[in-house]
């Protein structure tokens, strides 16, 4: 019988978290992944609307600007199937919001300001880190 047991999961957005071998091989990233208030309110809500759709018990998630917690009861081999979907539908709504022109809390969409080279690396820059830590 498979036992369901509380864990605690982490996982960080691309780039925000470098080992010292990356660092020495690879130097310092020129870019990392920190995420806006309007970002962490889109992958909320596609947590959320995940946790409900997949059923999950999730007792509480948090997104930290560069990287998630998530608070969750279930058996242990279903950890990377979970997180894969998590990680995937998060990653895929920020991308839809982006396609569909996004609005900033000032009013102004970064988009439409022509040669912003910030929200164009973000768009072409994975959301999260491969890894999970459990």
């Known amino acids: 019988m498979r036992r369901l047991k509380p ?16 660092l020495h091989y690879s130097g310092e990233p020129k870019y990392y992944v920190w995420l806006t208030n309007e970002e962490e309110i889109i992958i909320a809500e ?9 059923k999950l ?9 560069d990287h998630v917690h998530i608070l969750m009861v279930c058996q242990k081999e279903d950890i990377p ?9 998060s990653s895929r709504a920020l991308s839809v919001w982006y396609e569909n022109g996004i609005q900033l809390d000032n009013g102004i969409n970064p988009i439409a300001l022509p040669g912003n080279p910030i929200i164009q690396e973000r768009q072409s820059t994975s959301t999260w880190a491969q890894k999970y830590n459990v």
């Open 7 to 22: 864990y605690h999961i982490t996982w960080a957005t691309h780039n925000s978290r470098r080992s010292p071998r990356m």
């Open 46 to 54: 596609s947590i959320a609307e995940s946790v409900e759709k997949d």
């Open 57 to 65: 018990n999730v007792k509480a998630f948090n997104i930290c600007g």
């Open 81 to 89: 199937k979970i997180i894969h979907n998590l990680k995937g539908r």
